[in-house]
């Protein structure tokens, strides 16, 4: 952390609110993309991004500066994404109801997007058949994997933040790339 960070924090720790306002300005966009990629649900995103810096205004003056602040923070996004998660599962319900049409439908739109011909449109559906792909992962490991690779933290960092073993946090990076391998092959054959 630099000085400005640490004062800022030691600002915020003292009660004062506009200190506190700026350490959200500072990491806001980051928590949103973590809760986003978590759950895939602009409204869920929201309620866990504001879960987030409420546990994080709880919980400020326990703060010790021996870590990072992001990673401290990470951390909480990572727990609230999880609590909300095991939340989710509790009142989950699967849905039956497709049926071929839609099946049909769907192929027939995945057609019609590999005839386009300008690269905006070819970097949307890859970026859209990749999403598909990250939705299929287990929660655990579409965390894991959007940590390491879209986010940039080391394996260590997304060991303390999920509070697991590094490996662990290996075996989902496995699995999860295993997987995203076998579900994006045929899109790239084509």
């Avoid at 030691?10 to 506190?20: D, E, H, T, V």
């Avoid at 990250?134 to 959007?146: A, C, M, N, Y």
């Avoid at 990076?173 to 997987?179: D, R, S």
């Amino acid at each position: 952390m630099n000085s400005d960070e640490i004062e800022l924090i030691q600002r915020a720790k003292a009660g004062n609110i506009a200190a506190f306002e700026q350490l959200v300005h500072q990491h806001d966009k980051r928590v949103f993309s973590i809760a986003a990629r978590y759950v895939n649900n602009a409204e869920d995103a929201k309620d866990i991004y504001q879960e987030v810096f409420i546990r994080v205004y709880r919980n400020l003056a326990q703060f010790k500066m021996e870590s990072e602040f992001t990673t401290w923070l990470h951390r909480i996004a990572v727990n609230v994404c999880l609590t909300h998660r095991s939340r989710k599962r509790a009142y989950a319900h699967v849905s039956i109801d497709a049926d071929d049409d839609d099946q049909e439908s769907h192929a027939m739109e995945l057609r019609s997007r590999e005839a386009a011909t300008d690269q905006h449109s070819v970097d949307a559906e890859i970026r859209e058949h990749v999403q598909n792909a990250l939705d299929e992962l287990s929660p655990k490991q579409r965390l894991v994997f959007t940590l390491k690779h879209y986010d940039g933290y080391k394996l260590r960092e997304i060991a303390d933040m999920m509070k697991c073993t590094e490996g662990t946090v290996k075996r989902y990076l496995f699995l999860a790339t295993q997987q995203l391998r076998r579900r994006l092959k045929p899109v790239y054959e084509q």
